[in-house]
């Protein structure tokens, strides 16, 4: 379901989709796109989500941990942004920081096993 959204988000914004994107080439010109318009209104969480999820794709762990930390200041009970953030962080070696957020998505109510799952990987 969030693929189908970002699809279109990216129709209705005229910017690829951050899921449909194969080559770090378009990946980057996409993130760019994002940034941009990121930058032109930037309360608008998609934008933030899909900026950070290219980020993360692209491993860069910091400007997508600072747009996720934005996101969530707005959008406090987003387990897969919580996630995501999470995962940056472990990338970038902040164990510590990562298994709070970890464990913040663990223990959250209504988390599937297919979350579960993908934390308990770390």
Known sequence: MLATLLVIAGALTG????????DDAELRSAREALLQKMLAD??????????????VRLREFEPAISTLERYLDQRPG???AIYELA???FALGAYEVAEIH?????????VGP???TKVAAY
């Not at 690829?16 to 194969?22: G, I, R």
């Not at 930037?42 to 989500?49: E, K």
């Open 87 to 89: 995962v940056a962080y």
């Open 15 to 22: 910017t690829p989709s951050v899921a449909q994107v194969t």
């Open 78 to 80: 987003d387990i897969s």
């Open 42 to 55: 930037p309360m608008d969480t998609s934008l933030m989500l899909d900026f950070a999820r290219a980020s």
């Open 114 to 116: 297919a979350m579960q």
């Open 102 to 110: 970890f464990r913040t998505v663990a223990d959250a109510p209504g």
